[in-house]
């Protein structure tokens, strides 16, 4: 079976780079909610298999858990998240800080975690300053959705009408 292969390669640990997968996946060019909420999944099942864990790193992941449910119920109720959100999630709980902190030694872990934020920070101003990639929005949508929904018309028939509507303000007008 191929999923005998992935157990080989990953061993028991094929969940949680699972979960970190799927955070990669959903992340594109921004942090989303769903993959604060898949990473800090990924983070905490990482605890499971730990004999001893320093408390600070329960409390981190304890944080995360507590951030990733409000990031999923946001994301569920399609409501804006707020900058003490945002913040940690970039730079404490996208996939590349959740997995540095995975693959370290538990003793270890802040440093993995003050590297991959910083490298996470520094790609981020890469991709938004020197290859014009937008990495942040602060809405519910993707900020080319956003950015069409401001500015574009839709013209379509309706019966022996056609109408248009101004996407941004919803309102129709008759021609």
Do not use: C
């Amino acid at each position: 079976m191929l999923i005998d292969a992935f157990v080989r390669v990953f061993g028991s640990n094929l969940p949680i780079f699972a979960l970190l997968f799927i955070g990669v996946v959903v992340e594109k060019h921004y942090v989303s909610r769903v993959t604060v909420f898949t990473n800090v999944l990924a983070l905490n099942m990482s605890f499971l298999g730990l004999d001893q864990a320093p408390r600070l790193l329960i409390w981190y992941g304890d944080l995360g858990l507590v951030l990733g449910v409000y990031g999923m119920l946001a994301y569920l109720l399609n409501v804006k998240t707020w900058w003490g959100y945002n913040a940690p999630a970039f730079f404490a709980y996208a996939s590349l800080p959740v997995a540095a902190v995975v693959l370290a030694s538990p003793g270890d872990w802040w440093i993995a975690l003050l590297v991959g934020g910083v490298v996470n920070a520094v790609i981020g101003w890469v991709l938004s300053s020197e290859l014009n990639i937008p990495i942040v929005h602060w809405g519910p949508r993707p900020g080319p959705v956003s950015r069409f929904i401001k500015t574009a018309r839709m013209t379509y028939p309706d019966g022996m009408v056609t109408r248009k509507v101004d996407l941004d303000l919803g309102k129709f007008e008759r021609r």
